[in-house]
C-alpha cells in the first residue's frame, strides 16, 4: 500500500520497521479485507526529550477514509503507548500535506514543543 500510495518501494525500510519492539497494527474491513496500517515506536528524542511515542506512518485505503479505520489505528498505537509508560505521542508531518496534517489535527495533536531545522545539502 505504500509504494500504491507515495509511488516509492522501500522495501528495507518496511523490514526495519517490522522489528522486534516497534509497533505495527492492521486494520481490517468488517469482510476481512486490508484497510489499511499504523506504525510507531517509542523512543527519547534529541536533546534530553523524555521518551514519547511517534508515529512514523499510516495509511488507509483512499476508498476507506473517512470511515473510522484510521482513528481506531490511532487509537490502538496511543494505547500501546500509554501501556509503555510515555505520556505524548509526536509525529513529523510536511506542513504542505493538508490530509494527514488535517488528521493528525482531529486526533487533538497540535504543534509541539520543538522546532525542526532542515539544511539543503548542495
Avoid: N
Avoid at 523512543?43 to 511515542?53: H, K, L, V
Avoid at 506512518?57 to 482513528?71: F, N
Wanted: glycine fraction near 10%; proline fraction near 6%; hydrophobic fraction near 45%.
Amino acid at each position: 500500500m505504500d509504494a500504491r500510495l507515495t509511488g516509492t518501494c522501500k522495501p528495507e525500510y518496511w523490514r526495519e520497521r517490522l522489528a522486534p519492539g516497534l509497533h505495527f497494527l492492521v486494520a481490517e474491513t468488517g469482510k476481512g479485507a486490508f484497510a489499511g496500517f499504523i506504525a510507531g515506536e517509542v523512543r527519547a528524542w534529541e536533546f534530553g526529550q523524555p521518551p514519547a511515542g511517534w508515529v512514523f506512518a499510516i495509511q488507509i485505503d483512499p476508498k476507506l477514509r473517512l470511515k473510522g479505520a484510521g482513528s481506531a489505528l490511532f487509537e490502538a498505537l496511543v494505547a500501546r503507548f500509554k501501556a509503555e509508560g510515555v505520556t505524548r505521542v509526536r509525529t513529523l508531518v510536511d506542513r504542505k500535506d493538508h490530509l494527514i496534517l488535517s488528521f493528525f489535527r482531529a486526533q487533538g495533536m497540535v504543534a509541539g514543543p520543538s522546532l525542526q531545522l532542515d539544511k539543503e545539502l548542495p
